[in-house]
């Protein structure tokens, strides 16, 4: 029942000889919400403005309901952008702004009148419509530029990092509404972010990128709980990477050790061999952390807890040295559950939820995407 | 919330420079100026009583009526020539990378280290009949013979031109140095060309620049009295020379301090529209 709106195919561009994408191909569908996700030069912003029509690819053609739309100015593209620092003309009422595309598709003026009283509206700014830009906060700007894009029915929004300019309660507010923006419009949203959580909590399908090409295509639930490689596990949410080493292969289960502990885990998706060496990632809140005097799991000692008002996170130094984040709620039958730092546990999970992938001659983060990571913890 | 000037000696001291500054060197000379333009002429004392608006009512004089409208047309023209080529140049300047902008800025300053006095000479050298110009024109076979090109209205507004253009550039520069690149693919995206958005976006939002260069132009324009001296024939009199004339040969300083009055009323209706147009961007404390 989906069809295919917009699609890109064989996408490269390069700037200054530096690779921003490469050999890109993605297909979008029609009033999908879907989510370009990435650390900071991966190439999310340049495939958005290749879309909108702002950047011409190196190589690769873009096609929109079927026609090739790849050399086709801005102005000719039923689509429109909703941009990061939301580019409102400042010399312009609210009004004026949100008529600014109407008007240059030379509308009857009673139309234009309408269907900017209708857009502002949506945004719940009909009492704003004179002001000038700079007299509305951050929040109501944004939803003018959102007023201004939406008013022209495009097939297609496009937009970019538009809540990180604003704090994070309102950014909580605005993601709200842009959900319910897309689904009472039915337009398909593109939707470009370097904040997982937003990207978890918002999309249809999140397309994280890396380096110019595509590291997983996937629902919110497939990139956290089915990353497709390390980077993705990495900047998707916070992980734990235990090392673990194929003892016994039969027919689709193995066994892996992990910490001396022997799991029996169903084959992966990808060759394995006796004894070969691979990452089981287990997410902080599948740790259960188990009082010392505990048959299960393997011991260690709290050395960092942090109260998170819902949940307790803490890191457990293992015997061998090596850290695992866990995160628990609290639990209403002990309301003083918490831990003291050096306080002896034992830590497990539950069986059946690791999920493995293989060393890719383990590349850590870098700085950058460590940073952007971060920023998009908090 | 405001400290008391007691707890903020330093900025008490700034505010009383400052004032200092505006009451003695601005206000005071201008009050002389107003005072002078409504006194009466006198041969010994330059000036004295009784206080009359005869300077003023001289000024309708259809002869000073004439310099003051050609003098208002040549720098018209000059502030038109400034603006045609400035617009684009602040431009494109604005566009290029910083390290070459600082260049070129920079080869747009130079000039001013030398005296426009001297500057305006070398212009004279340029155009005059056995000049530069001349030579290579003849030379190429552009020409057969000298051109007069000297003592014209043309090498006034040559020279007005030459002088001024950089007031005309930086201002402009200024504006689109702040003109946003998203603003502009944002008018694209809703469906304008580059027409379009020249007219919608570009041009109201660099209007405060134009203003302010066609302030800085347009105004000394008229009154650099020297470049007609020595570009221009006996014709092309700014108002800066009718004042400068009065001041020091006629010795009417009642009537010079009239005439540079109504210049300096000019500008200030200038600097208003500049002032509206700022506030329709809201950038009223800009």
Same mark, same amino acid.
């Given at each position: 029942m989906t069809e295919t709106l917009l699609s890109l195919s064989g996408i490269s561009k390069q700037f200054d000889e530096k690779?921003? %994408? @490469?050999e890109l191909s993605l297909t979008i569908d029609d009033g999908e919400f879907i989510t370009l996700l990435?650390?900071?030069?991966?190439?999310k912003t340049t495939l958005l403005r290749m879309m909108a029509g702002f950047e011409l690819p190196d190589k690769g053609t873009v096609t929109l309901s079927g026609v090739d739309?790849?050399?086709?100015p801005p102005e000719k593209r039923p689509l429109n952008t909703v941009f990061q620092n939301y580019a409102?003309?400042?010399?312009?009422s609210v009004f004026d702004n949100v008529a600014y595309g109407l008007k240059m598709e030379k509308r009857p003026k009673a139309d234009i009148q309408e269907r900017v009283e209708e857009a502002l509206a949506m945004v719940q700014l009909?009492?704003?419509?004179?002001?000038?830009?700079?007299?509305?906060?951050g929040g109501q700007q944004q939803r003018v530029a959102i007023a201004r894009a939406v008013v022209k029915r495009p097939k297609m929004l496009l937009l970019d990092e538009?809540?990180?300019? %604003? @704090?994070y309660k309102l950014r909580r507010t605005m993601q709200v509404e842009l959900k319910r923006l897309q689904r009472e419009l039915g337009i398909t949203f593109v939707f470009v972010t370097h904040d997982q959580e937003e990207a978890l909590s918002m999309s249809d399908r999140i397309v994280v990128l890396k380096d110019g090409r595509i590291q997983q295509l996937g629902t919110p639930r497939e990139v956290y709980e089915?990353?497709?490689?390390v980077f993705t596990a990495r900047f998707v949410g916070q992980t734990n990477f235990f090392p673990g080493r194929v003892t016994s292969i039969e027919g689709e289960r193995i066994s892996v050790d992990v910490f001396g502990l022997n799991r029996d885990l169903s084959k992966p998706p990808f060759r394995v061999a006796m004894n070969q060496s691979l990452h089981v990632l287990l997410r902080p809140e599948d740790i259960r952390v188990l009082a010392p005097?505990?048959?299960e799991g393997v011991a260690g000692h709290i050395v960092e807890r942090n109260y998170k008002g819902s949940t307790l996170d803490s890191v457990i130094e293992l015997e061998d040295g090596s850290h695992v984040m866990a995160s628990e709620f609290f639990d209403e039958d002990d309301p003083a559950f918490d831990y003291s730092i050096g306080e002896r546990v034992r830590v497990s999970w539950v069986d059946g939820w690791e999920w493995l992938l293989a060393e890719e001659g383990d590349e850590p983060l870098t700085d950058e995407e460590e940073l952007a990571a971060d920023d998009a913890e908090h | 919330m405001m400290l008391s000037i007691k707890q903020q000696p330093f900025r008490a001291a700034v505010l009383v420079l400052v004032w200092g500054w505006l009451l003695f060197l601005v206000l005071a000379p201008n009050m002389l100026v107003v005072g002078a333009s409504v006194m009466t002429r006198d041969p010994s004392t330059f000036i004295s009583l009784p206080l009359n608006l005869d300077a003023y009512r001289q000024l309708f004089n259809p002869l000073y009526l004439e310099v003051f409208l050609h003098s208002l047309y040549m720098a018209a023209i000059t502030t038109l020539i400034c603006l045609l080529i400035g617009y684009p140049f602040a431009w494109a300047l604005s566009r290029v990378d910083k390290r070459r902008q600082m260049l070129l800025i920079f080869l747009l300053i130079v000039?001013?280290?030398?005296n426009s006095l001297v500057r305006t000479y070398a212009l004279k050298l340029i155009l005059a009949t056995n000049g530069l110009l001349n030579s290579a024109l003849i030379s190429l076979g552009v020409l057969d013979e000298p051109a007069?090109?000297?003592?014209t209205e043309g090498a006034v507004i040559v020279g007005l031109v030459y002088l001024l253009l950089p007031f005309m550039i930086l201002p402009l520069y200024s504006v689109f140095e702040d003109l946003r690149q998203d603003v502009l693919l944002a008018s694209h995206d809703l469906g304008a060309g580059r027409l379009a958005t020249f007219k919608n976006i570009i041009v109201p939002l660099t209007l405060p620049g134009v203003l302010a260069g066609v302030m800085l132009v347009l105004l000394p324009a008229m009154g650099l009295f020297f470049v007609p001296d020595i570009?221009?024939?006996?014709?092309?009199?700014?108002v800066g020379n009718v004042i400068k004339n009065q001041f020091l040969?006629?010795?009417?300083w009642p009537f010079g301090a009239a005439a540079s009055i109504v210049l300096t009323l000019t500008m200030a209706l200038l600097m208003f529209a500049h002032r509206l147009s700022k506030r329709r961007l809201g950038e009223e404390d800009a």
């Open positions: 690779t921003v %994408l @490469d990435g650390p900071s030069g991966c190439g739309i790849t050399q086709t409102l003309f400042p010399h312009m009909e009492d704003f419509a004179k002001r000038k830009p700079h007299q509305l906060s538009p809540l990180s300019a %604003l @704090d089915r990353p497709a490689n005097d505990d048959t | 000039p001013f280290w030398t007069q090109l000297l003592y570009l221009g024939g006996s014709r092309n009199l700014l040969d006629a010795r009417n």
